[in-house]
C-alpha cells in the first residue's frame, strides 16, 4: 500500500534524501551510485592569474621649464610616472605661481606650437617611458592684484 503522501501528490517517486550520491524512494531503499566518473581536472584549475599592479614602478625625473623668456628661476623638477597626466603637469605648474596663470601650452622635450600637448593625455602617450624628460610650458599671464 502506499503511503498518505504519496497519493496527496500523486507522484509514483519523490527523493526524500538530496545527497547526490544517494537518492531514497518511496520504499526506503538507497539507489545504488554508479561509480562516478572523475571528470578530467583542467591544467589551470586552481590556479590564478597574478593582478596586475596598479602602481607604476617606473619613475620619470621631469624638469619643467618655462619657454621662454629663459628664468632659471622658474624651473623646477618633479618626479612622477610614465603614467602621469599633462593635467597634473600644469596643476603643479599653476601652484608654482600661485594661481596667476592660465591658458598653459605644454610640450614634452621640446616647445614647438604643433606639438603642444592636449591635457588629458599621458607621459607615456608622449613618448615618456622612464629615465629624464623636459616639460616645456609658456602661459598667458592672468590680470590680477599684481599686473595692475
Same mark, same amino acid.
Given at each position: 500500500?502506499?503511503?498518505? +503522501?504519496? *497519493?496527496?501528490?500523486?507522484?509514483?517517486f519523490?527523493?526524500?534524501? +538530496?545527497?547526490p550520491?544517494?537518492?531514497?524512494? @518511496?520504499?526506503?531503499?538507497?539507489? =545504488?551510485?554508479?561509480?562516478?566518473?572523475? !571528470?578530467?581536472?583542467?591544467? +589551470?584549475? %586552481? *590556479?590564478h592569474?597574478?593582478? *596586475?599592479?596598479?602602481? $607604476?614602478?617606473?619613475?620619470?625625473?621631469?624638469?619643467? =621649464?618655462l619657454?621662454?623668456?629663459?628664468?632659471?628661476?622658474?624651473e /623646477? *623638477?618633479?618626479e612622477?610616472?610614465?603614467s602621469?597626466? @599633462?593635467? &597634473?603637469?600644469?596643476?603643479?605648474?599653476?601652484?608654482?605661481? %600661485?594661481?596667476?596663470?592660465?591658458?598653459?601650452?605644454?610640450?614634452?622635450? !621640446? /616647445?614647438?606650437?604643433?606639438?603642444?600637448?592636449?591635457?588629458? =593625455?599621458?607621459?607615456?602617450?608622449c613618448?615618456? /617611458?622612464? %629615465? $629624464?624628460? @623636459?616639460?616645456?610650458? $609658456? &602661459?598667458v599671464?592672468?590680470?590680477?592684484?599684481l599686473?595692475?
Open positions: 500500500k502506499a503511503p498518505v +503522501w504519496l *497519493k496527496r501528490c500523486g507522484e509514483p519523490a527523493p526524500v534524501s +538530496w545527497r550520491d544517494e537518492v531514497v524512494g @518511496i520504499m526506503g531503499k538507497k539507489a =545504488k551510485n554508479k561509480e562516478r566518473e572523475e !571528470r578530467p581536472v583542467s591544467q +589551470w584549475e %586552481g *590556479k592569474p597574478e593582478p *596586475k599592479s596598479r602602481v $607604476d614602478e617606473r619613475r620619470v625625473n621631469a624638469t619643467v =621649464k619657454a621662454a623668456p629663459v628664468c632659471s628661476l622658474l /623646477f *623638477k618633479l612622477c610616472t610614465p602621469t597626466k @599633462i593635467s &597634473y603637469l600644469v596643476d603643479r605648474i599653476i601652484d608654482r605661481h %600661485g594661481g596667476s596663470i592660465s591658458d598653459l601650452s605644454v610640450c614634452v622635450n !621640446r /616647445f614647438h606650437p604643433e606639438e603642444i600637448v592636449h591635457r588629458d =593625455k599621458t607621459l607615456e602617450q613618448g615618456v /617611458f622612464g %629615465g $629624464d624628460c @623636459i616639460i616645456y610650458y $609658456d &602661459y599671464p592672468r590680470a590680477g592684484a599686473l595692475q
